[in-house]
Protein backbone atom coordinates (compact mmCIF):
# COMPACT_ATOMS: atom_id res chain seq x y z
CA UNK A 1 0.00 0.00 0.00
CA UNK A 2 1.34 3.14 -0.96
CA UNK A 3 2.30 5.36 2.18
CA UNK A 4 1.11 9.05 0.34
CA UNK A 5 -1.96 8.06 -1.79
CA UNK A 6 -2.79 4.21 0.40
CA UNK A 7 -3.14 3.11 -3.60
CA UNK A 8 -2.54 -0.94 -3.71
CA UNK A 9 0.87 -1.53 -5.49
CA UNK A 10 3.17 -4.36 -5.35
CA UNK A 11 6.15 -5.13 -3.47
CA UNK A 12 8.69 -4.52 -5.82
CA UNK A 13 7.32 -0.90 -6.79
CA UNK A 14 9.63 1.82 -5.79
CA UNK A 15 7.74 4.56 -7.55
CA UNK A 16 3.91 4.83 -6.90
CA UNK A 17 2.35 4.00 -10.44
CA UNK A 18 -0.74 6.13 -8.94
CA UNK A 19 0.64 9.24 -7.58
CA UNK A 20 4.50 9.23 -8.27
CA UNK A 21 5.53 9.26 -4.71
CA UNK A 22 9.27 7.67 -4.08
CA UNK A 23 8.52 4.47 -2.44
CA UNK A 24 11.82 3.18 0.11
CA UNK A 25 11.87 -0.51 0.88
CA UNK A 26 9.56 -2.34 3.36
CA UNK A 27 10.36 -1.86 7.09
CA UNK A 28 11.39 -5.56 7.71
CA UNK A 29 13.53 -5.18 4.57
CA UNK A 30 15.69 -2.41 5.95
CA UNK A 31 17.66 -4.83 8.17
CA UNK A 32 21.06 -5.27 7.64
CA UNK A 33 22.08 -8.64 5.92
CA UNK A 34 24.91 -9.43 8.16
CA UNK A 35 26.04 -12.14 10.51
CA UNK A 36 23.20 -13.80 11.91
CA UNK A 37 20.58 -12.23 10.21
CA UNK A 38 21.96 -13.44 7.08
CA UNK A 39 21.35 -17.02 7.90
CA UNK A 40 17.60 -16.15 8.82
CA UNK A 41 14.35 -15.37 6.54
CA UNK A 42 13.75 -11.92 7.58
CA UNK A 43 9.74 -11.74 7.19
CA UNK A 44 10.17 -14.23 10.65
CA UNK A 45 13.39 -12.73 12.23
CA UNK A 46 11.69 -10.24 14.85
CA UNK A 47 9.30 -13.52 15.28
CA UNK A 48 12.17 -16.00 16.08
CA UNK A 49 14.03 -13.30 18.62
CA UNK A 50 10.75 -12.99 20.57
CA UNK A 51 10.58 -17.06 20.85
CA UNK A 52 14.04 -17.34 21.42
CA UNK A 53 14.32 -14.68 24.22
CA UNK A 54 11.12 -16.79 26.04
CA UNK A 55 12.31 -20.26 25.60
CA UNK A 56 15.76 -19.21 27.37
CA UNK A 57 13.99 -17.25 30.38
CA UNK A 58 11.87 -20.48 30.09
CA UNK A 59 14.66 -22.44 30.41
CA UNK A 60 16.27 -20.04 33.65
CA UNK A 61 12.96 -20.63 35.20
CA UNK A 62 13.66 -24.76 35.07
CA UNK A 63 17.16 -24.21 36.61
CA UNK A 64 16.66 -21.34 38.80
CA UNK A 65 13.58 -23.99 40.26
CA UNK A 66 15.95 -26.59 39.94
CA UNK A 67 18.72 -25.03 42.28
CA UNK A 68 16.66 -22.86 44.25
CA UNK A 69 13.14 -24.17 44.51
CA UNK A 70 14.42 -27.73 44.95
CA UNK A 71 12.11 -29.18 42.72
CA UNK A 72 12.86 -31.93 39.87
CA UNK A 73 14.40 -30.47 36.51
CA UNK A 74 11.52 -29.81 34.51
CA UNK A 75 8.99 -28.59 36.90
CA UNK A 76 8.52 -25.01 38.43
CA UNK A 77 8.85 -23.94 41.74
CA UNK A 78 7.11 -20.37 43.32
CA UNK A 79 10.56 -19.67 44.87
CA UNK A 80 11.50 -19.59 40.83
CA UNK A 81 8.52 -17.24 39.92
CA UNK A 82 9.62 -14.96 42.75
CA UNK A 83 13.15 -14.31 42.30
CA UNK A 84 12.64 -14.16 38.48
CA UNK A 85 9.93 -11.42 38.30
CA UNK A 86 6.07 -12.63 37.90
CA UNK A 87 3.72 -10.37 38.74
CA UNK A 88 2.67 -10.49 42.15
CA UNK A 89 0.44 -7.88 43.37
CA UNK A 90 1.53 -7.57 46.74
CA UNK A 91 4.94 -7.63 45.37
CA UNK A 92 4.29 -4.95 43.14
CA UNK A 93 2.34 -3.05 45.84
CA UNK A 94 5.93 -2.49 47.63
CA UNK A 95 6.84 -0.90 44.90
CA UNK A 96 8.65 -3.60 42.72
CA UNK A 97 7.18 -1.93 39.39
CA UNK A 98 9.26 -3.89 37.15
CA UNK A 99 7.34 -7.13 37.40
CA UNK A 100 5.16 -5.23 35.20
CA UNK A 101 7.32 -6.06 32.84
CA UNK A 102 9.47 -9.08 33.31
CA UNK A 103 6.36 -10.99 33.61
CA UNK A 104 5.61 -11.16 30.55
CA UNK A 105 8.84 -13.43 29.31
CA UNK A 106 8.06 -15.70 31.75
CA UNK A 107 5.45 -18.94 31.23
CA UNK A 108 4.03 -21.63 34.09
CA UNK A 109 4.93 -24.52 31.86
CA UNK A 110 5.68 -26.11 28.41
CA UNK A 111 2.21 -26.13 27.28
CA UNK A 112 2.08 -22.53 28.42
CA UNK A 113 5.24 -21.54 26.59
CA UNK A 114 4.13 -23.15 23.53
CA UNK A 115 0.86 -21.89 22.64
CA UNK A 116 2.06 -18.46 23.17
CA UNK A 117 4.95 -19.53 21.02
CA UNK A 118 2.92 -20.56 18.08
CA UNK A 119 0.29 -17.65 18.95
CA UNK A 120 3.70 -14.91 18.92
CA UNK A 121 5.16 -16.72 16.08
CA UNK A 122 2.45 -15.95 13.57
CA UNK A 123 1.08 -12.52 15.10
CA UNK A 124 4.74 -11.01 15.45
CA UNK A 125 5.44 -11.60 12.31
CA UNK A 126 1.93 -10.35 10.56
CA UNK A 127 2.07 -7.29 12.71
CA UNK A 128 5.67 -6.30 11.58
CA UNK A 129 4.50 -6.98 7.88
CA UNK A 130 1.77 -4.08 8.19
CA UNK A 131 3.56 -1.87 10.85
CA UNK A 132 6.90 -1.95 10.84
CA UNK A 133 9.77 -3.10 13.11
CA UNK A 134 9.44 0.18 15.35
CA UNK A 135 5.73 0.27 16.23
CA UNK A 136 5.72 -3.82 16.36
CA UNK A 137 8.42 -3.22 19.34
CA UNK A 138 6.36 -0.84 21.14
CA UNK A 139 3.21 -1.74 20.79
CA UNK A 140 4.87 -5.16 22.87
CA UNK A 141 6.34 -3.79 25.26
CA UNK A 142 2.97 -1.15 26.26
CA UNK A 143 0.54 -3.85 25.86
CA UNK A 144 2.81 -6.05 28.01
CA UNK A 145 3.29 -3.71 30.51
CA UNK A 146 -0.69 -2.76 30.52
CA UNK A 147 -2.01 -5.95 30.67
CA UNK A 148 0.15 -6.89 33.60
CA UNK A 149 -1.21 -3.54 35.12
CA UNK A 150 -4.89 -4.49 34.58
CA UNK A 151 -4.23 -8.34 36.30
CA UNK A 152 -2.57 -5.88 39.64
CA UNK A 153 -5.10 -4.04 39.70
CA UNK A 154 -7.66 -6.93 39.97
CA UNK A 155 -5.43 -8.13 42.09
CA UNK A 156 -4.53 -11.33 40.50
CA UNK A 157 -0.98 -13.14 39.64
CA UNK A 158 0.07 -13.47 36.08
CA UNK A 159 2.63 -13.85 33.67
CA UNK A 160 3.47 -15.21 30.24
CA UNK A 161 3.62 -13.51 26.95
CA UNK A 162 -0.41 -13.69 26.28
CA UNK A 163 -0.59 -9.55 26.84
CA UNK A 164 1.53 -9.40 24.24
CA UNK A 165 -0.04 -11.40 22.02
CA UNK A 166 -3.05 -10.17 23.24
CA UNK A 167 -1.85 -6.31 22.04
CA UNK A 168 -0.74 -7.85 18.30
CA UNK A 169 -4.86 -8.65 18.00
CA UNK A 170 -4.88 -5.15 19.01
CA UNK A 171 -2.84 -3.01 16.86
CA UNK A 172 -4.27 -4.86 13.98
CA UNK A 173 -7.70 -4.42 15.05
CA UNK A 174 -6.67 -0.67 14.84
CA UNK A 175 -5.40 -0.76 11.37
CA UNK A 176 -7.60 1.98 9.13
CA UNK A 177 -9.62 3.43 11.32
CA UNK A 178 -9.22 6.46 9.20
CA UNK A 179 -10.20 4.23 6.31
CA UNK A 180 -13.43 2.15 7.11
CA UNK A 181 -14.15 2.01 3.28
CA UNK A 182 -11.05 0.11 2.33
CA UNK A 183 -11.47 -3.12 0.99
CA UNK A 184 -8.12 -4.88 2.32
CA UNK A 185 -8.34 -3.35 5.68
CA UNK A 186 -12.05 -4.18 6.15
CA UNK A 187 -10.87 -8.26 5.47
CA UNK A 188 -8.16 -7.57 8.03
CA UNK A 189 -9.97 -6.41 10.80
CA UNK A 190 -12.68 -9.07 10.45
CA UNK A 191 -9.85 -12.22 10.31
CA UNK A 192 -8.53 -10.32 13.40
CA UNK A 193 -11.60 -9.78 15.30
CA UNK A 194 -12.65 -13.78 14.39
CA UNK A 195 -9.80 -14.60 16.57
CA UNK A 196 -9.80 -12.48 18.85
CA UNK A 197 -12.99 -13.47 19.69
CA UNK A 198 -11.72 -16.96 20.46
CA UNK A 199 -9.10 -15.75 22.54
CA UNK A 200 -11.22 -13.86 24.74
CA UNK A 201 -13.64 -17.33 25.39
CA UNK A 202 -10.53 -19.22 26.22
CA UNK A 203 -9.24 -16.61 28.68
CA UNK A 204 -12.62 -17.43 30.65
CA UNK A 205 -10.82 -20.70 31.66
CA UNK A 206 -9.35 -20.93 35.38
CA UNK A 207 -6.19 -20.14 35.82
CA UNK A 208 -6.03 -17.51 33.12
CA UNK A 209 -5.85 -14.09 33.53
CA UNK A 210 -8.52 -12.38 31.91
CA UNK A 211 -7.55 -8.43 32.81
CA UNK A 212 -3.84 -9.20 31.84
CA UNK A 213 -5.55 -9.93 28.29
CA UNK A 214 -7.97 -7.16 27.67
CA UNK A 215 -5.02 -4.88 29.17
CA UNK A 216 -2.54 -6.39 26.11
CA UNK A 217 -5.21 -6.20 23.59
CA UNK A 218 -6.32 -2.04 24.72
CA UNK A 219 -2.36 -1.27 25.18
CA UNK A 220 -1.61 -2.78 21.17
CA UNK A 221 -5.30 -1.12 19.75
CA UNK A 222 -3.68 2.57 21.72
CA UNK A 223 -0.09 1.66 19.82
CA UNK A 224 -1.82 0.94 16.40
CA UNK A 225 -4.72 4.14 16.85
CA UNK A 226 -1.67 6.63 17.45
CA UNK A 227 0.96 5.19 15.07
CA UNK A 228 -0.92 4.46 12.15
CA UNK A 229 1.02 2.58 9.43
CA UNK A 230 4.53 3.30 8.93
CA UNK A 231 4.84 6.38 6.33
CA UNK A 232 8.02 7.61 3.85
CA UNK A 233 11.60 5.76 5.20
CA UNK A 234 13.48 8.14 7.47
CA UNK A 235 10.79 11.14 7.81
CA UNK A 236 10.47 12.54 10.93
CA UNK A 237 7.16 10.41 12.37
CA UNK A 238 9.34 7.34 11.38
CA UNK A 239 12.59 8.14 13.32
CA UNK A 240 10.18 9.51 15.82
CA UNK A 241 9.18 6.02 16.01
CA UNK A 242 12.45 4.08 16.30
CA UNK A 243 13.27 6.34 18.97
CA UNK A 244 10.18 5.14 20.92
CA UNK A 245 11.08 1.45 20.18
CA UNK A 246 14.94 2.36 21.58
CA UNK A 247 13.43 3.69 24.15
CA UNK A 248 11.11 0.66 25.10
CA UNK A 249 13.84 -1.57 24.71
CA UNK A 250 15.86 0.16 27.51
CA UNK A 251 12.67 -0.13 29.78
CA UNK A 252 12.58 -3.77 29.23
CA UNK A 253 16.58 -3.87 29.75
CA UNK A 254 16.18 -1.93 32.79
CA UNK A 255 13.39 -3.97 34.26
CA UNK A 256 15.72 -6.92 34.25
CA UNK A 257 18.62 -5.02 35.74
CA UNK A 258 16.44 -4.04 39.06
CA UNK A 259 15.10 -7.91 39.00
CA UNK A 260 18.55 -9.49 38.75
CA UNK A 261 18.93 -7.10 41.49
CA UNK A 262 15.96 -8.31 43.32
CA UNK A 263 17.53 -12.12 43.15
CA UNK A 264 21.08 -11.48 43.96
CA UNK A 265 19.28 -9.59 47.52
CA UNK A 266 17.56 -12.62 47.91
CA UNK A 267 19.66 -14.77 47.78
CA UNK A 268 22.19 -12.73 50.05
CA UNK A 269 19.74 -13.07 52.60
CA UNK A 270 19.14 -16.93 52.37
Keep these: MCPNCRAFITIADRVCPYCGAQLGPRA ?5 SNLAASF ?4 NLSSIIVLV ?9 LIVSYRFGHVPFGSLSPVAEDLLGVEFPAAIHQGEWWR ?5 FLHGGLLHIAMNSWSLFILVTEVEQFYGTSRLI ?3 VVSTFLGFYFAYRVGTPALGASAAAFGMFGIMLAMGLRERANPLVQAIRAHYAQWLVIGLVLSLAPGISLAAHLGGLIGGFVIGALGGLPGLPNSPRERLWKILAAAAILLVVYAFLLDFAFFARALSNT
Design 40 to 43: LPRA
Design 53 to 61: INVTFYLIE
Design 100 to 104: LITAG
Design 28 to 32: IDLRG
Design 138 to 140: VAY
